[in-house]
């Protein structure tokens, strides 16, 4: 687990076996933030607090990792780990995206980074990613690039992602960061290319066991990612409920909640009066069912026919379009 304290910042450094953040953020007096490792070495979610707007955060770290550090708004910040390591950041709490972050060379790459797409389109934010990776195959910057500006994308380009994880495989031999990516990567690509509906067997909020066998059964079944921090996937949710009571069961429906707090999920599930099974395990985009479906982003969602992917990564009107025929009027 890692363990978050707040405290009066020190000039103090770390040992050779831990890794520490310290930082101010304007104009936020006392807050909380999730932090978790997407890659899986630090066990759990943790809540860093922020006091007199400022926080420190200390963790067991033997080799790189990446953290990241999830905002009220949903919006994540990679921080790139090392072992004896200490950065610094600073920003403000109204421009979370501008904050600055020093005292290792792959967090001050990042930095630069997100200058240069600051005021970007989509298309040239992911040429600016594939740009930075190319000219540094050796950052563990990398990985996070190539998900985020390579992937998750309305139309991604699983070959150009492989081909980067390779570039960077050859630099970085011994980072099982890029093992898992190129895995994921695979995953999606087969996924996009026809994939059948994961074989699984795990428990809904209330105990109750969600299958794949089960889902693959359904003429049509409908899969959503959520969480009650972003609007427009508790917007999605109540078209969520419409599609439900207009499908007289012949769509089914899951849905896997990315909150942190399983007693927040039930809260929103009960005020939208949506009575599909719900998946919350607490672990946000590092639980099972989110991995499971290739769920990076939020709204997420898969439509199945019958067990056999017909779509992934949905608009809300490319998903309707989808539903008409299963609805009565």
């Given amino acids: 687990m890692l363990f978050a304290f707040a405290l009066i910042l020190t000039a103090c450094g770390t040992d050779s076996h831990h890794f520490k953040i310290e930082g101010r953020l304007l104009h936020l007096n006392q807050g909380e933030f999730y932090v978790y490792s997407p890659t899986g070495d630090i066990d759990g979610v943790d809540t860093l607090k922020v006091e007199a707007g400022r926080f420190a955060l200390e963790i067991p770290c033997e080799k790189p990792t990446t953290l990241m550090i999830v905002f009220p708004n949903f919006t994540e910040q990679p921080i790139f780990a090392e072992p004896g390591k200490t950065v610094d950041i600073k920003g403000d709490a109204s421009h979370l995206s501008e904050m600055t972050i020093k005292g290792s060379k792959a967090n001050e790459l990042m930095n630069g980074f997100r200058k240069r797409i600051a ?14 990776i190319q000219d540094n195959p050796h950052s563990p910057i990398g990985p996070y690039l190539v998900a985020t500006y390579v992937l998750d994308d309305r139309k991604p380009d699983y070959g150009e992602a492989l081909r980067l994880v390779e570039l960077m495989r050859r630099e970085q031999p011994d980072n099982n960061e890029l093992l898992m990516l190129r895995g994921k990567v695979e995953q999606l690509r087969q996924s996009a290319l026809g994939g059948r509906m994961p074989n699984f067997s795990l428990r809904d909020i209330n105990g109750n ?16 990612a959520w969480s009650t921090s972003y609007y427009e996937s508790l917007s999605l949710l109540q078209q969520v409920r419409m599609w439900q009571e207009r499908s007289g069961g012949q769509v089914k429906f899951l849905t896997i909640c990315a909150d942190p707090d399983v007693r927040q999920c039930r809260e929103s599930l009960r005020n939208g009066q949506l009575t599909c099974q719900t998946i919350c395990d607490g672990n946000m985009f ?9 769920f990076y982003n939020l709204p997420g969602n898969a439509v199945f026919r019958r067990g056999q992917l017909i779509g992934h990564g949905l608009s809300q009107q490319e998903l309707n379009d ?3 025929p299963y609805l009565t009027r």
């Fill in 286 to 294: 590092d639980s099972r069912a989110m991995r499971l479906f290739g």
């Fill in 119 to 132: 005021h970007a389109s989509p298309p040239e934010k992911k040429r600016i990613a594939i740009e930075t």
């Fill in 209 to 224: 066991v969600v299958s794949g066998s089960s889902l693959a059964a359904a003429p049509l079944a409908v899969v959503v």
């Fill in 322 to 324: 989808k539903l008409q």
